[in-house]
Nanobody, 114 residues
Framework: QGQLVESGGTLVQPGGSLTLSCVGS????????ITWYRQAPGKEREVVAN????????NVADSVKGRFTISRDNTKNTVYLRMIDLKPEDTAVYYC???????WGQGTQVTVSS
């Protein structure tokens, strides 16, 4: 069974920046598209961004476009989510997901608050 482990979530002030990491193991991580989701309290889980296995194609949700960037380093089996100009509405648990394999990470909490 493959694994995905997120890290990097923390408390940050509005306007701040943060980079989340998603490390894959026990499967051919570099061969698959990876998606970042988030789930805010009382809301449904939503797609934030995804990246193809080579990193050649990325998609970012309209709600975070211009502020969030997804990238990957397959030599490190890692996908990153770089977030800038964070807003209180970005507060959520952020998850990474491999759609093809159906693997979810455990999530990492991002809280944007002064």
């Amino acid at each position: 069974q493959g694994q995905l482990v997120e890290s990097g979530g923390t408390l940050v002030q509005p306007g701040g920046s943060l980079t989340l990491s998603c490390v894959g193991s026990k499967f051919a991580f570099s061969a698959y598209t990876i998606t970042w989701y988030r789930q805010a309290p009382g809301k449904e889980r939503e797609v934030v961004a995804n990246i193809t296995y080579t990193g050649g194609t990325t998609n970012v949700a309209d709600s975070v476009k211009g502020r969030f960037t997804i990238s990957r380093d397959n030599t490190k089996n890692t996908v990153y989510l770089r977030m800038i100009d964070l807003k209180p509405e970005d507060t959520a648990v952020y998850y990474c997901y491999c759609p093809t394999k159906g693997y979810w990470g455990q999530g990492t909490q991002v809280t944007v608050s002064s």
